[in-house]
């Protein structure tokens, strides 16, 4: 049954689906399109990871109850368009993105406590505006009456290329991809729990799509549930 407590107050797009599937990129350009606001709950994880990090601790050692501590330096405010991860009021996006959060960020999403206070921030953006919001469990536990959920799904090789060409503004060689293609490969083992596609959910394979592809597909999705014309792209 369905928690009503749950229930938007506005209307919810839930982009959800694995690592590197361009879920951020994507629900990105899909809010802009449709004057809505980004939501990036994966920011939220990041910034509790950087947050822990900072303390100089052993990951192994991490429990709930230390990750939601540091979390306490954490904020999630609506700025251009989006909301940002700061942290002691600070932007830290270049620390978010570090290969150091990277390699812990599954350790702290897998944190049941971890993930109700994420999930808590994530409902209360949409109190008093309409969303675009991309993650894990985003359709299934975060917004089980989303107006529309999307789950998109790739080629591990394909994802594997674009997250290299984006780290590396370049085009990977055959060797790093493979590399790359293996840690996602096992970061998805990882994740499987929290990556499960809502059975309402409108499935779109992008191995083969350009993103304005995705956007576009998306975009139509949205108003025709919504019944709302978007804006004409910039």
């Known amino acids: 049954m369905t928690d009503s407590s749950h229930k938007p107050s506005h209307i919810v797009i839930a982009v959800d689906g694995p690592a590197a599937s361009g879920k951020s990129s994507t629900a990105q350009w899909v809010a802009r399109r449709l004057s809505y606001f ?20 052993d990951p192994e050692t991490w429990t709930d109850a230390h990750v939601l501590e540091s979390a306490k330096r954490v904020s999630f405010v609506p700025s251009h368009g989006t909301f940002a991860p700061l ?8 620390l978010l993105r570090g290969a150091d959060v990277t390699r812990n960020v599954s350790r702290v999403a897998q944190m049941p406590r971890v993930r109700d206070w994420v999930n808590a921030q994530v409902r209360a953006t949409a109190e008093s505006r309409d969303v675009v919001v991309d993650g894990r469990d985003i359709g299934t536990v975060v917004f089980p009456d989303a107006n529309l959920k999307v789950f998109l799904i790739a ?45 309402d959910a409108v499935l779109i394979d992008t191995t083969t799509l350009t993103q304005e592809d995705q ?8 108003n025709a549930v919504t019944h709302r014309p978007s804006d004409p792209p910039e």
Not at 169 to 198: F, G
């Open 38 to 57: 980004h939501v990036d709950s994966g920011a939220l994880y990041r910034a509790a990871t950087a947050a822990q990090l900072d303390r100089g601790t």
């Open 87 to 94: 942290i002691d009021g600070a932007a830290v996006d270049e």
């Open 155 to 199: 080629d591990p090789w394909e994802r594997a290329r674009r997250r290299l060409i984006q780290r590396l503004n370049r085009h990977p060689n055959d060797t790093e991809i493979a590399e790359e293609t293996d840690l996602l490969v096992h970061r998805d083992a990882k994740d499987a729990t929290q990556t499960v596609q809502a059975t």
């Open 215 to 222: 956007v576009e597909r998306i975009v139509a999705l949205a």
